[in-house]
């Protein structure tokens, strides 16, 4: 497990035995309209994606724990890591107590995922793509020095209209350890 300063909040590979709160949290109908995939997934869907997430070096994923209360709490991943160009898609949300986006769990375990991705993967680039309504996610992301790289005009459709997705970068340099 990688722990924060204060060993309050860590982050660990993701193991078979989280698949049904995964799963739980996959298919919550509130946290379904801030992913790419918007239907609901069967246990042997979420297998099928744990099997294939732990053979291919593209991916990254982990289960984000309160330590102190022995507790996952949220999954962030490194995905379409891209080893030429040093570069991965980053996906990152609080499943515990349907909250998404928290102002105590987030802000503390996100800096974990950069250092994984930049100082352990030595990657150049984070990026995220999300729907404009994610406004709690693009604030997080936005106050760890994220940017703005593309808006995509009605890209997303979500309770009846089209909104804006937007592309968020994040490098290295910009980033501190």
């Keep these: 497990m990688i722990c924060s300063n204060d060993g ?13 709160l995964l799963q739980g949290w996959r298919n919550n109908i509130f946290f379904r309209r801030y992913f790419r995939e918007y239907r ?22 982990f289960m984000i724990t309160d330590c102190e209360k022995n507790k996952d709490v949220g999954i962030a991943g490194l995905t379409y890591i891209d080893w030429v160009n040093r570069r991965a898609d ?39 793509e ?7 996610k693009i604030k997080l992301f ?10 995509l005009r009605e890209h997303y459709f979500y309770q009846g209209k089209y909104h804006k997705s937007y ?11």
């Design 167 to 177: 592309i968020l970068g994040l490098l290295r340099s910009e980033c501190e350890k």
């Design 8 to 20: 309050k909040i860590g982050i660990r590979a993701v193991e078979k035995s989280d698949l049904n």
């Design 142 to 151: 936005n106050s760890f020095g994220f940017k703005q790289e593309a808006e």
């Design 90 to 128: 980053i996906h990152f949300y609080i499943g515990d107590n349907d909250v998404w986006i928290d102002d105590n769990y987030a802000p503390r375990a996100l800096p974990l995922v950069l250092t994984y991705g930049f100082w352990d993967l030595n990657l150049h680039k984070l990026f995220a």
């Design 40 to 61: 609901e997934l069967s246990m042997t869907q979420k297998e099928n994606w744990y099997n294939k997430m732990i053979q291919d070096d593209k991916n990254e994923f």
């Design 130 to 136: 999300m729907w404009e309504i994610d406004t709690k």
